[in-house]
């Protein structure tokens, strides 16, 4: 069976110790998959795989709100951005929900027939856009901190996802065909439907500090706050040149996907580093094999390209994470 992974070997989940461990055994009890790709690449670097779980399971999993909204503001996320592996994902996972009618309305390219449903992927799809008209919010105002934590965490997971891993879900893309997309959303009802303690993934963590003003008094805040320092990180595999070429072109982008013509995308010979982590930031799906073996050498492991990847993602997330702070702030002054 081909691998899921592009671009790196990640430890056989069977090895796992640690904090790795905790985060599949939390996978298993509170998403309802025994070790998934999505995190299985990020095993490498344990430090990035915990928060990013973390952020996930508080925002959509425990966070307040139901599970079929949160599930299609994550859609809405992974449309928005291009990423198939995530929209196969969500939609068998509106299967777990029940919504089995709604699953496979979104899974044939159709609006939902519930204005309120149909909001709220809207709302997904227009977080890409930092600034973007997001209010009124289609979902209760305490309901926030998980709607957009939820948001947040899929702009990442739909970067790292879309860089490091192949598009099918399922061998031989077979979450295509409506009997196992409704089989394999069957298999996840139990958990999906389940309550979760908020909270839970926050001992994995490594004091990440309170976190945002949109998530204060959630676990939201401190599983944000970890992945923004975690991602960091990442920083030191650049120079401070190429460093500044990155986060200013991030901080001019308006949420479109770049053209195929793209000149401000770094030259390949001349700065890997920085044209890796503007892909992984602006265009992810168009990270080629010749994208990183330019930049790989023998200094850089797995580890490193995870957290290049990390550093590049994080850079869009918090652009987009900006404009939600500044709404919260203007509505508080």
């Not at 996840?188 to 998530?215: E, F, I, K, N, Q």
């Not at 050498?297 to 550093?311: F, K, N």
Request: glycine share 8%; hydrophobic share 45%; with cysteine.
């Amino acid at each position: 069976m081909s691998s899921p992974f592009r671009f790196t070997q990640p430890p056989s989940p069977r090895s796992a110790t640690g904090r790795v461990a905790e985060v599949y055994e939390q996978l298993a009890l509170d998403f309802g998959i025994d070790r998934p790709p999505t995190f299985v690449v990020l095993s490498s670097a344990p430090e990035l795989m915990a928060p990013v779980w973390a952020l996930m399971r508080e925002s959509l999993i425990a966070g307040p709100g139901g599970r079929t909204g949160k599930e299609l503001a994550a859609l809405g996320v992974s449309l928005a951005n291009r990423c198939p592996f995530c929209v196969d994902a969500h939609t068998v996972l509106l299967h777990a929900t029940g919504d089995h009618a709604l699953a496979e309305r979104l899974a044939r390219g159709e609006t939902p027939e519930n204005e309120g449903h149909a909001r709220v992927l809207e709302w997904g799809r227009r977080t890409r856009v930092p600034g973007a008209g997001l209010e009124p919010f289609p979902f209760p105002r305490e309901h926030a901190p998980a709607y957009l934590g939820t948001a947040l965490a899929f702009h990442f997971i739909n970067r790292v996802v879309s860089a490091l891993l192949t598009e099918k879900l399922l061998p031989c893309n077979a979450q295509r065909l409506r009997p196992v997309r409704s089989l394999a959303g069957r298999t996840m009802a139990g958990t999906v439907r389940r309550t979760a303690r908020p909270g839970a993934a926050l001992p994995l963590l490594d004091d990440p500090g309170p976190g945002p003003g949109w998530a204060a008094g959630t676990a939201v805040g401190p599983a944000y706050a970890a992945l923004r320092t975690a991602a960091a990180a990442g920083a030191g595999l650049l120079d401070a040149e190429d460093r500044t070429l990155v986060l200013e072109a991030v901080r001019s982008w308006d949420g479109a996907h770049p053209p195929l013509s793209w000149s401000a995308l770094p030259d390949r010979a001349r700065r890997p580093g920085a044209r890796l982590a503007l892909l992984a930031a602006l265009a992810p799906y168009r990270i080629t094999e010749e994208d990183v073996t330019a930049w790989r050498g023998p200094q850089h492991t797995d580890h490193c390209l995870v957290h290049l990847v990390a550093y590049g993602a994080f850079a869009a997330v918090d652009r987009i994470e900006s404009a939600f702070a500044a709404r919260v702030t203007q509505e508080a002054s």
